[in-house]
């Protein structure tokens, strides 16, 4: 992979952070070592102070047993401490470069990835990826020196006992794994399903009105008691192997301590070692066991960190936004609002290869005209306007302003260019006011009040108890009051150009007018560019442009295309035969 943004992060915050990384070294020596020393003492306790009933050194001996415990204790605090501190910090890191990285991707990037895919790059494989740092590759390595440090003391007492204690480690590993992989199998399963119920709730919730009008009660209670049922039978799973997992686990530790008392037991004496060896390599043993548990999860969480990895560092290497030109501003591209020329020079663009959306559109439009383009559903005509705003890339050709290509407009500048009202409308957390000046701080409460009161909203939201300040609720508005918010929000800023995608499309037919109308007075310092179904309500415009099959069918004034084309003049006697 070209850029390897795990690995980055890893060594920025390792690098800004040497100190608490160096302190991390030195208490996970100490965690090694420490470890090793109570059965050491244990043993030093039984054949030097119990078995000869001597109580010389007793207490010093006593008190340092305890002692180590204590430290072992601190040093694993600090180590999940420190632990958790750099696994945070990497994750900080991660995020933001993520978070920088997705407002330069390339807009194609969001119709292959639906929000939930992105979402979880940032949520679930970043935590992955965490969790690598906090339950992974350190503690692995942690437990791997525990494991090699208690085998080698054991071989120290007997090199049988060690031989026996080598052949059982992958035994014991294997039992252990193939329990802790069942356990995790019903707890991930147990997840999606508690996932499923929660979800057909607030499905429901939300769809209410369409279950009622559709009488598809009995048919979403159904659905719901099939998941309740399913999430109970994985459920009993998960308790089951939790309820077993640990009399397992004792279970195995007793019969290894068994074994070993029998072995070192006078009738045997096999083992050839002292009482006190004995009790050493007791709690040796048991001391095994803990870290051949974690290793066991330290494994599984290596594995999905992994493929967290993978996944993070595949979204970091995709192709951004090319060339964005920052010198460029609004003020250098259109310096008399009177003078904007708008051309597309052979513009063809699909989404997916194999599917041209849009065909060798070539036009060229004079300043302040307007222009209506019309087509059948689906021709192409909002996303011949994601093309001029410069959000999407042409496949081929240019589109120019005054001959700069629009796609080369950095993001920052194209409010002051485009207006853009756009089908659906999009609310934003904060205020009304906010709604318009999407949080820009450069649009004055003035400029947000004028656009407001230029839709004839203001009535409306000075009713509210708060006017203009009142917190934005989606069930605030009509279909139709957001689509005159939508207006507001593009003319805050008096763009020269406006892109009209269907403004009317909610709007009764007085308010519709209105619209039409105040657009009008206003349009001629304006290039206004709509798209419109019905074509008798279009904007009184120059010229209209329809497509058809991605192409440009036929383009010219209303009235001469009310001579010469055919699909026009059946569409509008159409319209005329409707009840509008
Ligand atoms: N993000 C996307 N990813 C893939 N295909 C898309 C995407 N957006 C639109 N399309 C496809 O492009 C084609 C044109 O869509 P577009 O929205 O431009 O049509 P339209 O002319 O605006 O239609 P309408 O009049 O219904 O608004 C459609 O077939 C649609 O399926
Ligand atoms: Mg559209």
Known sequence: MKNNLVKKSIKYVIKDNVVSVAVLVVIIIGIVITSLLPPQILRKIIDQ????????????????????????????FLKEAILTILGQKITKEIRMEMMEKLEKINAIFFSYNGSGT??????????AISSLFT??????????FKIIGILGSIWFFSVRLGIITLILLPIIFIIIRIFQRHMLEAQIKNRVLVGKVNNHISESLKNIQMIKSFSKESYMEDSYKMYLIDNYRTMEKVNFYDSIFSPIIMIIRALIIAAVVILSSNQFGYLGISVGMVAAS???????LGPIQDLGMELQSIQGAISGIYRVNEFYNEPEDEYKNSELSAESIISNRKEVRISFNDISFYYEEERHILQNINLEFQPQEKVTFVGRTGVGKSTLFKLILGLLKPTNGSIKINEVDVYSIPNTEKRKIFGYVDQSFHTIKGTIADQVSLQDKSITREQIEDAIDFVGLSDYILSLENGYDTKMDNNLFSQGQKQLLAIARAIATNPPILLLDEITANLDAITEEKIISILQKVSDTRTILSISHRLLSMISCDTVVILENGRVKNS????????????????????KLTWR
Do not use: C, K, Q
């Open 118 to 127: 992105v979402v979880s790059r940032f949520t679930n494989d970043v935590d």
């Open 135 to 144: 339950s992974g590759i350190v503690s692995m390595i942690v437990d791997s």
């Open 556 to 575: 010219g004034s209303p009235e001469l295309l009310l001579e010469n084309d055919e699909w026009y003049r059946s569409h509008i006697e159409l319209e």
């Open 282 to 288: 007791i709690e040796l043993i048991s001391n095994l």
């Open 49 to 76: 102070n119990l078995v000869p009933r001597n109580g010389v050194g007793l207490l010093s001996l006593a008190v340092s047993y305890l002692g180590i415990l204590m430290f072992i204790g601190i040093f694993d």
